[in-house]
């Protein structure tokens, strides 16, 4: 038999659930702008009807309904736009690194300008050109010297420029890293507050949003899988449970995070700066990274000369700042990279332009009858040949530029137009004549670094590819944000907070609370009557 007051309870309890539904609308409005996150939903379950199945079940017609009451409150989030999203945010980390360090070096290189190497090496043969109209002009001799010193002062400048920025790149990667484990930490540890709530029955929603914005800054950074592994107990079955977190290194998965566990990357012959006492090399070491430790895994950055590390903004800056990409005939190790090789580059022009212009320099008499003597100094090595090509000290006496190809001939400007034509000297020439004289230069005795094309066409080749890169980088950078972007739309379409749809909601549970509140007030009539106006026939 139902009990008097059936009917009180099961609007109580209607009053408190429909309460709960609006409790939980106001948290999804309190955190519409929140970051990561998700808005969540209450699942209403009836709750069981009387009687229950049984032998001493009261006799009435069929089951009463009992009211309503809070199943569960859960995130609305669908996990596979998360790996979407992940995917696309991890080639977006990438060519971002890798655009806005081809844009710094476009930055630094000018080109082309009226202040760029093309132009100031221009300069100089158009001084020398004017030279060998007048070389007796002290006049036209000055403007060589000094054109020839701005060409020496741009090699240094772009040569410290690029260093300058290959170094703050290298912060940058110590910043990443730094990042990356600061991040794993901080997700083992929701890992651990997660699986001290599940198994007691309870979805801590809040905690699940906080690790998937942590998840999503992660994949930004380096190429990251997720694994879900339940908490036990007493845990919903919605519940999502512990995540570890893998490194994916092609094929191979190191575990980043396991539960409460996590460990660290670190660069085995890097530099630790932050001096918290952890050990940890964030920063790459100054000749190049070749590898990275996770925990105690070695991860090579190449693998025949193939660089095989995966995406990511880590990836990004390691390729702009330099890493070991097998070794010379010399068993030296190549450092390769966007600013390691521009830098040799540069060493390579200034060395190869330095020693043929000298060559040409020292078959020609000054005006002092000079000869034999270099214009550039400085060229002991190819390596940082660009940071130290200099002026030599002997044309600080302008009667020392040999503009003269005989001697005692002060008007003869012959040498001065083959200088002028060093720019553009084939370079794969064995033998190169000169004008106004039988002497000839031997190319291919000098051990040039460059052996093809001329100075000119070299220059403007890596100029050009420069160029191509920063363009496919911005390319790819607009095409991996766009694509980024449709996930997220997508993503936020299912969970984000829409205030619309908040108030209907708000409304909709205001209505129902307030219609059970009704159902007390008639219940509370009925009672009346059987208390107070039953039995009382004849008073």
């Known amino acids: 038999m139902l009990s008097t007051f059936h009917g009180l309870e099961a609007a109580k309890r209607g009053m408190m659930t429909q309460q709960s539904a609006l409790y939980v609308t106001g948290h999804n409005v309190a955190n519409a702008n929140t970051p990561g996150f998700t808005r969540q939903r209450v699942n209403f379950v009836a709750t069981e009807p009387f009687p229950a ?41 990438y060519w971002e690194a890798r655009a806005d360090a081809i844009a710094k070096m476009e930055d630094i290189m000018n080109e082309p300008s009226d202040n760029g190497l093309a132009k100031t090496m221009a300069q100089f043969w158009q001084a020398l050109q004017d030279l060998s109209v007048s070389p007796e002009n002290e006049g036209a001799r000055s403007v060589v010297r000094q054109r020839g010193l701005a060409v020496v002062e741009t090699f240094h400048y772009l040569a410290n420029s690029l260093s300058q920025i290959q170094t703050d790149i290298g912060t940058q990667i110590g910043v990443a890293v730094t990042q990356i484990n600061s991040l794993a930490k901080q997700i083992s540890e929701i890992n651990q507050q997660i699986a001290s709530i599940e198994p007691n029955g309870y979805l801590p929603n809040d905690l699940y949003d906080e690790r998937d914005r942590l998840i999503d800054e992660l994949s930004k950074l380096i190429n990251v899988q997720v694994e ?61 990274v070749t590898e990275l430790q996770v925990g105690n895994t070695s991860v090579s950055f ?9 995406m990511g903004k880590l990836r990004g800056l390691i390729e702009a700042y330099g890493y070991v990409n097998g070794q010379d005939s010399n068993g030296k190790p190549i450092v390769t990279g966007i600013y390691p090789d521009m830098l040799q580059n540069l060493d390579k022009l200034a060395y190869t332009f330095g020693t043929l212009f000298n060559e040409v320099h020292k078959q020609g008499y ?12 400085g060229l002991n090595q190819v390596d940082g040949a660009a940071k130290t090509i200099g002026l030599s000290a002997a044309i600080d006496d302008l009667a020392n530029i040999a503009a003269s190809t005989k001697q005692n001939e002060s008007g003869n400007g012959n040498n001065a137009i083959n200088l002028a034509n060093v720019g553009s000297m084939l370079l794969s020439a064995g033998t190169v004549s000169l004008i106004g004289t039988t002497n000839t230069i031997q190319i291919s005795t000098l051990n040039l670094p460059l052996t093809s094309g001329t100075i000119q066409t070299n220059y403007q080749g890596w100029i050009g ?30 969970s984000s907070v829409s205030l619309d ?11 129902a609370y307030n219609a059970a509140a009704r159902q007390i007030t008639v219940v509370d009539e ?9 039995g009382i026939v004849g008073r």
């Not at 190449?302 to 995966?310: L, M």
């Not at 009925?526 to 039953?534: A, E, F, T, V």
């Open 53 to 93: 199945p049984g032998l001493n079940r009261p006799q009435i017609p069929g089951q009463m309904g009992t009211g309503v009451k809070v199943g569960s409150i859960e995130r609305v989030r669908e996990y596979f736009l998360d790996i979407q999203y992940r995917g696309e945010n991890n080639k977006l980390g």
């Open 228 to 288: 879900k592994h339940p908490t036990g107990g007493n845990a919903p079955a919605t519940a999502e449970g512990t995540y570890d977190i893998y490194f994916l290194n092609g094929n191979e998965k190191i575990y980043l995070v396991q539960g409460g566990n996590f460990q660290f990357i670190s660069f085995p012959n890097g530099q630790d700066v932050d001096g918290d006492k952890d050990h940890i090399k964030e920063m790459p070491p100054a000749t190049g």
């Open 526 to 534: 009925m009672l009346d009557k059987i208390i107070n106006g039953m």
């Open 501 to 511: 749809e908040e108030m209907m909601n708000m409304i909709k549970f205001q209505h």
């Open 465 to 494: 590819k420069l160029g191509v890169d920063g363009e496919q980088a911005n390319r790819m950078k607009n095409n991996s944000d766009v694509l980024r972007q449709s996930v997220e739309e997508r993503r936020q379409s299912v």
């Open 366 to 377: 000054g005006l002092n009858g000079s000869t034999g003597v270099s214009f550039f100094a």
């Open 302 to 310: 190449t693998s025949n000369n193939q660089v095989t590390f995966p």
